[in-house]
């Protein structure tokens, strides 16, 4: 008997097997965001964001994704940190949704022409945050988010910088 109730086992994980298969291929015709790559796109076209993600970006996760931990309401709404692709994705954006004093920051790139001229740059870098002025969005609008979520590493800064001025590939 032992022998025989063998059989099925196989037959079902040959069949996930080709399911598995199916799937992959399913999505690499199917799914919006396969097609253009989205997933695998970050290791490959992003290196240097991708750098930039995992030594201190994905912390920002733990309150800029849906559903974080540290998420209030009072937030910036379209940032979205839970993947490089997301970060990548929703930094190429504007502020959104901000309240109270930095609701002056609302439709502000967070990326622009240069580093100095980047919200991105002014929350984490208090040189840039003191001379930061687009339009109604001033240093006293720019909050620290190094108070929020740590010091970056050594370099950090300057890696961010020369990203930007590259044009944020
Ligand atoms: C503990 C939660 C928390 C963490 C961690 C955090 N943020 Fe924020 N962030 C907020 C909140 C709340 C706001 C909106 C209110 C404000 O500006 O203080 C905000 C606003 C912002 C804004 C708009 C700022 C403005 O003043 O116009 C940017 C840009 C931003 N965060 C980027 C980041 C980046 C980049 C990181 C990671 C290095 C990060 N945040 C980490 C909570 C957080």
């Not at 490959?44 to 994905?58: D, G, K």
């Not at 001229?117 to 002014?122: D, H, P, Q, R, V």
């Not at 979520?149 to 044009?167: C, M, N, R, T, Y």
Request: proline letters at 5%.
């Amino acid at each position: 008997m032992k022998r025989f109730s063998i059989l099925p086992v196989v037959v079902l994980m040959a069949s996930f097997w080709a399911c598995g298969l199916q799937n992959t291929e399913g999505n690499d015709n199917g799914g919006g965001q396969d097609v253009q790559g989205i997933q695998d796109t970050n290791t490959v076209q992003h290196p240097q964001f991708y750098a930039l993600y995992q030594a201190y970006f994905n912390t920002c996760a733990n309150c800029h994704a849906p559903g974080a931990m540290g998420r209030t309401p009072d937030i910036e709404k379209s940032l979205d940190f839970s993947t490089a692709d997301t970060a990548y994705a929703t930094l190429k954006g504007q502020a959104q949704g901000l309240t109270g004093n930095v609701q002056a920051c609302n439709g502000t790139p967070f990326i622009g022409q240069t580093y100095e001229t980047s919200l991105l740059a002014a929350v984490l870098d208090g040189a840039v945050r003191a001379k930061f002025n687009a339009g109604s969005c001033t240093s006293d609008e720019v909050t620290d988010m190094t108070v929020k979520a740590g010091q970056p590493p050594a370099h950090f800064l300057e890696s961010l910088k020369q990203w930007i001025d590259a044009g944020a590939p």
